[in-house]
């Protein structure tokens, strides 16, 4: 699975960034969960977000939830997360992932391919 993820940038506190993660699989994209993570400097990367192959369900960590939405076009192989509100904090790299196996995970070790990321910085 190759992801290539793009869409960062700069913006204010308050403004919006959405990101898109488009795949190429030989295997079809519906059977795969796909994660997005973020690192910030000098810290390790941490879990956002998380979609399962159907788009059924989704998980977000605390901190995002109500302003951050994963979600996915399987026609497309694309996966997006729209970022809302966005805060000082929200600032990091960003990477998409993705977990051929089993159900949608939160651990970055869970995951087996990885995105190049996008860099999100957001000006307060």
């Known amino acids: 699975v190759q992801l290539q993820a793009s869409g960062g940038g700069l913006v204010q506190a308050g403004g919006s960034l959405r990101l898109s993660c488009a795949a190429a699989?030989?295997?079809?994209?519906?059977?795969?969960?796909m994660g997005w993570f973020r690192q910030a400097p000098g810290s390790e990367r941490e879990f956002v977000a998380a979609?399962?192959?159907?788009?059924?369900?989704?998980y977000y960590t605390d901190s995002v939830k109500g302003r951050f939405t994963i979600s996915r076009d399987n026609a497309k192989n694309m996966v997006y997360l729209q970022m809302n509100s966005l805060k000082s904090e929200d600032t990091g790299v960003y990477y998409c992932?993705?977990?051929?196996?089993?159900?949608?995970?939160?651990?970055?070790?869970?995951?087996?391919?990885w995105g190049q990321g996008t860099l999100v910085t957001v000006s307060s």
């Open positions: 979609i399962s192959g159907s788009g059924g369900s989704t």
């Open positions: 992932a993705a977990r051929t196996w089993g159900a949608p995970r939160r651990r970055p070790d869970d995951y087996e391919y």
């Open positions: 699989s030989g295997r079809t994209f519906s059977t795969i969960h």
